[in-house]
Nanobody, 127 residues
Framework: QVQLAESGGGLVQAGDSLSLSCAAS????????MGWFRQAPGQEREFVAV????????YLSNSVKGRFAISRDNVKNTVNLQMNSLKPEDTAVYYC????????????????????WGQGTKVTVSS
């Protein structure tokens, strides 16, 4: 079992940067592809970014591509989401999630593929 805890959310202005971190418990962190999702007020949760078990493969949604970056540290059991050039439409609760994968380079963008979820961290971007 994996427990996930996000941190780093807050209130920032448009154009600012923010780094989110997700700490995972357990000794099998490297067996999971790690994803970030977000849910804006009144909207469904949507995929943001994913990184494969070995960090060799990443994928970001079109809405954040070029502004966000995802990384992971399999020694520290953390996954990070660096968010640059933030926009008011990035305002949301951000969740990290873990998807157990057999293949090292496999990634998933479907929510249903994820086994464990954190509680979320709120990001508010003011205009």
């Amino acid at each position: 079992q994996v427990q996930l805890a996000e941190s780093g959310g807050g209130l920032v202005q448009a154009g600012d940067s923010l780094s989110l971190s997700c700490a995972a418990s357990g000794r099998t962190f490297s067996a999971y592809a790690m994803g970030w999702f977000r849910q804006a007020p009144g909207q469904e949760r949507e995929f943001v970014a994913v990184i494969s078990r070995d960090a060799g493969n990443t994928y970001l949604s079109n809405s954040v591509k070029g502004r966000f970056a995802i990384s992971r540290d399999n020694v520290k059991n953390t996954v990070n989401l660096q968010m640059n050039s933030l926009k008011p439409e990035d305002t949301a609760v951000y969740y990290c999630a873990a998807s157990r994968q057999i293949t090292f380079g496999a990634i998933q963008i479907r929510e249903s593929a994820y086994d464990y979820w954190g509680q979320g961290t709120k990001v508010t971007v003011s205009s």
